[in-house]
């Protein structure tokens, strides 16, 4: 079973989400070769990025891991189409960890990340280069799976932007 994991932007603008979700599918069928029904997809299920790979992984046959960063991550959305979709998607994942953190906090998106990290073979990061926006950010997380020698597969199509 391919346990492939995700972390990237969520903020992104409408024909960036198409193409990312295109990339996303590609990668998820180049991975899993034969068949995606043994892909695992592990992510935060966070707004943006995180939920586009959860909805293609689901899509092509795979299974969630999902990770909650803390207690009350609920209360980190900012919208409620979001916050319906984090809820459903949760109630979709074969495996849920949980993370001990009382509270939403950078300390916790970044610890969140790294057990993302921990759980994968192969890391999808839907990441423009830059600096991480907060301690926790997509930038992050990719340096810190590169540095443990993982997998990590960039995805940005071109003309892709923030929203």
Known sequence: MKRIGCTGHQTLSPATRRSVTAAIA???????????????????????????FAHTVLASGGTLHAVRPCAGYEDSFQSSAPLAAYASLLRLAGEVSSLDFPAPSEEAYLAAGHAVVHHSDVLLAVWDGRPAGGKGGTADIVHYARARGLDVRVIWPAGASRS
């Open 26 to 52: 590609g990668e998820l069928a180049d991975l899993a070769g034969a068949g995606t029904d043994g892909v695992v997809g592990v992510t935060c299920l966070a707004e943006g990025a995180d939920q586009l």
